[in-house]
């Protein structure tokens, strides 16, 4: 990563989506199945799901690489996370108020035979306004089952570490800096 995507300038730290080692994998993988899709023989049904599923999803997280959005900020007035970039960036982004943020949080997401996927959570003041939900992490069943070790309310106010880099000690330094009194928690 770059260091254009991730600063920590006067105790604010931001970092934008863009190339990740992680992230090209998936795109050259969704690519490389979308190619077995166009060999002869392939079946009509598989053709279309290849298509939709690996073609869709991967123009979807190139997009995301590409875009250069803000996908977190912590400064001197609070947090920002940043939203879903393929559809309604603007609608999923929401900034927290440091007055609201008892603790930042860090977990995984953990699926069988799977890598665990990383987020980023903050607990909340109680009474705080619910934040705008990105597409999936509004599925409760779902995310008590494959996140059970972390609170409904800090996984709805939480976002992926997907398609961009999180740098702890920038993140640490800066809530240090910024929220001396809130801390940074890592739940695993």
């Known amino acids: 990563m770059s260091e254009q995507d991730r600063e920590l300038i006067g ?3 931001q970092a934008r989506f ?3 080692v992680k992230g090209v994998s998936v795109v050259l993988m969704s690519a490389g199945f979308v190619a077995i899709a166009f060999l002869p023989g392939i079946p009509i ?3 279309g799901v290849l ?3 690996f073609g869709g999803g991967g123009l979807a997280f190139l997009f995301t690489l590409l875009s250069g959005r803000v996908a977190l900020r912590v400064d001197r007035d609070g947090i920002t996370l940043g939203g879903f970039p393929i559809w309604g960036y603007r609608r999923t982004t929401a900034f927290v108020p440091w007055a609201q943020i008892t603790a930042v949080v860090l977990f995984e997401q953990r699926v069988p035979d799977g890598p665990p ?4 959570g903050l607990a909340r003041r109680e009474g705080a306004p619910r934040l705008p939900v990105i597409p999936g992490l509004g599925m ?3 995310n008590a089952h494959l996140i059970p070790h972390v609170p409904p309310d800090i996984v709805a106010a939480s976002r992926p570490i997907n398609g961009w880099g999180l740098d702890r000690a920038q993140l640490i330094e800066s809530v240090t ?3 001396p009194e809130v801390p940074v928690l890592d739940l695993g």
């Not at 996927?117 to 980023?120: A, D, F, G, K, L």
């Open 11 to 13: 105790g604010t730290y």
């Open 18 to 20: 863009g190339p990740t």
């Open 45 to 47: 049904v598989l053709l």
């Open 51 to 53: 298509l939709l599923l």
């Open 117 to 120: 996927m990383p987020y980023i």
């Open 140 to 142: 409760t069943r779902v």
């Open 177 to 179: 800096r910024n929220a």
